[in-house]
């Protein structure tokens, strides 16, 4: 299994920015998929944002043009970095890690989550 720790979260004014880091355990490029999810209250978990071991990254529409995802391969560290932040996006953010081989879990590992909370 891989370990995710996540950090970034936080309180930030709609318009504002934030950036939502998780560290992974083992190096990223042995991960398959790395992906940011969140979850507002009384809603269901939503895939946000992911990329592959290629760097190919896909975003969930509502994200588009506002989110982007990057890596820091040195540190083991996927980013989420969150422009115009809007009241919508505030949730519980997760990152996932679909790693194969000794480190594949059914489901993929997951963080502890980052609260986000964006102000009108």
């Known amino acids: 299994q891989v370990q995710l720790v996540e950090s970034g979260g936080g309180l930030v004014q709609a318009g504002g920015s934030l950036r939502l880091s998780c560290t992974a355990s083992i190096k990223i490029f042995n991960i398959n998929v790395m992906g940011w999810y969140r979850q507002a209250p009384g809603k269901q978990r939503e895939l946000v944002a992911a990329?592959?071991?290629?760097?190919?990254?896909n975003y969930e529409e509502s994200v588009k043009g506002r989110f982007t995802m990057s890596t820091d391969s040195a540190k083991n560290t996927v980013f989420l970095h969150m422009n115009n932040l809007k009241p919508e996006d505030t949730a519980v953010y997760y990152c996932?890690?679909?790693?194969?081989?000794?480190?594949?879990?059914?489901?993929?590992?997951w963080g502890q989550g980052t609260q986000v909370t964006v102000s009108s």
């Open positions: 996932k890690a679909e790693a194969g081989g000794s480190y594949f879990v059914p489901g993929g590992s």
């Open positions: 990329m592959t071991s290629d760097s190919i990254a």
